[in-house]
């Protein structure tokens, strides 16, 4: 996720690129197509700066775990006491 300065320091810059667009007129209704776009990126822009990356991250958080179930863990737990991990004794 972008920092937030970078957010700020991109939604200023298409906000000052959306004014100087708004002061000139292109061929073919080019500058009028262009606010329009420039305007959509504004709106995205303060939405990004509005949520919490904390937060989407925060939603997605367990529901891996909860497909697997209870048995899973158990499996896991029952490994974990018959065969001990780190490394094998040394043979004298």
């Known amino acids: 996720m972008a920092k937030r300065n970078d957010l700020r320091a991109l939604r200023n810059l298409i906000s000052e690129a959306q004014t100087l667009l ?4 292109l061929p073919e209704g080019r500058s009028q197509r262009a606010n329009e776009l420039l305007t959509a990126a504004l709106h995205l822009a303060d939405n990004l700066l509005e949520q919490s990356p904390a937060a989407t991250l925060g939603a997605k958080g367990g529901k891996v775990t909860a497909k697997r179930g209870p048995d899973y863990f158990r499996q896991i737990a029952a490994k974990r006491k018959s065969f001990k991990g780190g490394r ?3 043979a004298n």
């Open 22 to 25: 708004m002061t000139t007129s």
């Open 88 to 90: 094998p004794s040394k």
